[in-house]
Each structure stands twice: as C-alpha cells, then as structure tokens.
C-alpha cells in the first residue's frame, strides 16, 4: 500500500532546501515536466527517525510572473537497485 505524507507549506519548503532537521535530501531536485505556466519537481529525501524513503512533488511558476500552489506531495518510495547502460565514444 502506497503511504503518503501531508506538510504545510513552511515544512514543505524547509524539506525542499535541505533546512528540515527530519528529512535528508538523497537525490537532488530535478524536473520531471514542464508547461508554459509551470515547473513540475521531484526529490528523494530520507527521513531520518525511521529510514523510509519518500519522493516529494511539487510546482513552482515557469516565471517570475505565475503565481502556482506548490502542491508539494510526499509518496513513500523504496530503493530498487536496476542495470543501466550508458553510451560513450571511448571503446574499453
């Protein structure tokens, strides 16, 4: 069962710039979608009394002009090790 975690505004920006006592950034901010209005974010933080992992969402305005609601979300998460292969000019 998928477990989410709701925070205010203030807990949701202190996660977000690493100022939260609780939470650890593991992977650093990065953009999963964007419209003409609106940056959508992710990040993986740890939470540190109980070791979970959580996934926060959130949008912020693609300018300085669009007024958005964060929206900030948690969705725990679980480390899954995957294979990846990547592409380089250099033969081994």
């Known amino acids: 069962m998928t477990e989410f975690v709701e925070v205010n505004e203030d ?3 202190e996660i977000i ?3 939260s006592g609780e ?3 593991i992977v650093k901010e990065y953009i ?3 419209s003409r209005w609106g940056t959508f974010y992710e990040a993986i933080f740890l939470k540190k009394s109980d070791k979970t992992f959580w ?3 959130w949008e912020t ?3 300085e002009c669009q007024e958005t609601d964060l929206g900030f979300t948690m969705t725990q998460v679980y480390p899954k090790e995957v ?3 990547v592409y380089s000019t250099e033969k081994d």
Do not use: H, I, K, M
């Open 32 to 34: 999963v979608d964007q």
């Open 11 to 13: 807990e949701a920006f």
């Open 83 to 85: 294979l990846t292969t």
């Open 23 to 25: 939470y650890e950034t």
């Open 17 to 19: 710039w690493g100022d």
């Open 61 to 63: 305005g693609s300018t």
């Open 55 to 57: 996934r926060g969402s």
